[in-house]
């Protein structure tokens, strides 16, 4: 088990920031390739964005521009910086750690053994 512990999330109007950090418990985050996942009420999971030692970063073509994903491996932590957020933003974000990570069709997802945290809510209003 790698527990990982999100903060960062809240309520925001359209054109606002946030960010949202990522703590990684008991394990090296740079062992893993490690995520950003979100899931909108009523709507499947999504990859966001990643970030692996040989992959580099990913984003979705949603948030191309407006997020970016980073980590401080002294720190043992992952962000998602978030700008000009819109209401369709509005999700559940989750971080997650696997043994891999990929993008195949414009889908962002893990692969392997993974690990997730408990999610942090973002919420923007019109």
């Known amino acids: 088990q790698v527990p990982l512990v999100e903060s960062g999330g809240g309520s925001v109007q359209a054109g606002g920031s946030l960010r949202l950090s990522c703590v990684v418990f008991?394990?090296?985050?740079?062992?893993?390739?490690m995520g950003w996942f979100r899931q909108a009420p009523g709507k499947e999971r999504e990859g966001v964005s990643t970030?692996?030692?040989?992959?580099?970063?990913r984003h979705a073509d949603s948030v191309k521009g407006r997020f970016t994903i980073s980590r401080d491996s002294a720190a043992n932590t992952l962000y998602l910086q978030m700008n000009s957020l819109k209401p369709e933003d509005t999700a559940m974000y989750y971080c997650?750690?696997?043994?891999?990570?990929?993008?195949?069709?414009?889908?962002?997802?893990?692969?392997?053994?993974?690990?997730w945290g408990k999610g942090t809510l973002v919420t923007i209003s019109s």
């Open positions: 008991g394990y090296s985050s740079s062992t893993y390739c």
């Open positions: 970030i692996g030692t040989y992959t580099g970063t």
């Open positions: 997650a750690a696997g043994e891999g990570c990929a993008r195949a069709l414009g889908v962002i997802y893990l692969y392997g053994k993974d690990y």
